[in-house]
């Protein structure tokens, strides 16, 4: 199909990176429609492991690849980012930016910084990476576009009525030293010399490629239940990761997307606070841990570890749309003899119920009701597909598939891209 989004269906972290690699092997286009740099994808290829923050993922494949309108940037990131890959033998030539992107400030970075030590015992978990405060201030109409450093007049206009808001901010409520106009500016100025061949009416390019027939991935940077509106708010991100904004976030028409397929973990995991229902308690939660390498590209940071969540993902299939399903990681199960599995959530009130529920206080209080599936202790790396899967292990996708009514199309069973199972 055409258009085709990929959306994590978790907490984020869930191997989308992988999942967009493979399919970018027969597309066309890979585009970034939301999140900036606080997030990563891990792509293994032989002894090659790229972590990329800022760059969509058809980067190692060579593909064309857009950073959306929805997505914003830091610049050194991007910069350092495209000079690595240029380093390693990738051509960059064909990575468009939209001018109407936004910018993620050096003021952005101290007040979230700033903001999360203020919160103490209060704090979201963010990564410190300005994200929050870059989206804040697009939606208060004073952000600072990747159009705008391309002419040195306007982006200075637009640095100074910043700062006269910022640095009050920084001195006064957060206690920390403002910025100075003129090297914020320089050092953007210089930024721009190497951005600027990059920037493109990126909508145009999108909407044009789809009209020739070209196919097009559409990846975000997190994932469902960390979106804006529809994920455990306050503990979520700062834009919308679900399906339906990619076409938002790219500028293109929502009938043009034909297909979602969500990723999902065979497990869950999520990083920084927030209710869990499913998270495991004991030692697994370390075994679980160290099995799956679950440390964040990006900060390296502990991933929480819990058991497959069928009430959330449920959900994540609903409020995307999702058609198919890629499940990453099953192998990481291999190791343990029983394998529970939520099937629903016991509510404050003593209900018991299969769908992820409306109110955040009921949420926080949720308690897992689980369903405890036999585990399997064959490697998977032998198999071929789906199909060549140990019982157990076949029995344990089958049973997703029939409580979420949505087929599995993919199985990831490694790290290595090879290391992704089909039907056939």
Known sequence: MPATVIVGAQWGDEGKGKIVDLLAQDSDLVCRYQGGPNAGHTIVVGEETYKIRALPTGIVRGKICV???????????????????????????????????????????????????????????????????????????????????????????????????????????????PFELGEVAGRLEEHAQRIRPYVADTSLLVDRALKEGQSVLFEGAQATLLDLDHGTYPFVTSSNPVAAYAAVGVGIGAKRLDRVLGVSKAYVTRVGEGPFPSEIEGPDQERMRELGGEYGTVTGRIRRCGWLDLV??????????????????????????????????????????????????????????????????????????????????????????????????????????????TRA
């Open 312 to 421: 959330a993902l449920r959900y994540a299939v609903r409020v995307n749309g999702i058609d198919q399903l890629a499940l990453t990681k099953l192998d990481v199960l291999s190791h343990f003899d029983e394998l529970p599995v939520c099937v629903r959530y016991e509510l404050p009130d003593g209900t018991e119920t299969e769908d992820f529920p409306a109110h955040q206080s009921d949420f926080h209080a949720a308690r897992p009701v689980y369903e405890t599936l036999p585990g399997w202790d064959e490697p998977l790396d032998t198999c071929e597909t789906i199909g060549d899967l140990p019982a157990n292990a076949r029995s344990y996708v089958e049973f997703v598939e029939r409580e979420l009514d949505v087929e599995v199309q993919l199985v990831g069973t490694g790290a290595e891209r090879t290391n992704v199972l």
């Open 67 to 177: 950073i959306g309108n929805g997505c914003v940037i830091d610049p050194e990131v991007l910069i350092a980012e495209l000079d690595e890959f240029e380093r390693r033998g990738h051509s960059t030539e064909n990575v468009f930016v939209s001018g109407n992107a936004h910018l993620i400030m050096p003021w952005h970075l101290a007040i979230d910084s700033a903001s999360e030590r203020r919160l103490g015992k209060l704090a979201i978990g963010t990564t410190r990476r300005g994200i929050g405060p870059c989206y804040a201030d697009k939606a208060a109409r004073i952000g600072i576009r990747v159009q705008d450093i391309l002419d040195p007049k306007i982006l200075r206009q637009k640095i100074e009525v910043a700062l006269a808001e910022k640095n009050l901010w920084l001195e006064r409520v957060y206690e920390t030293k």
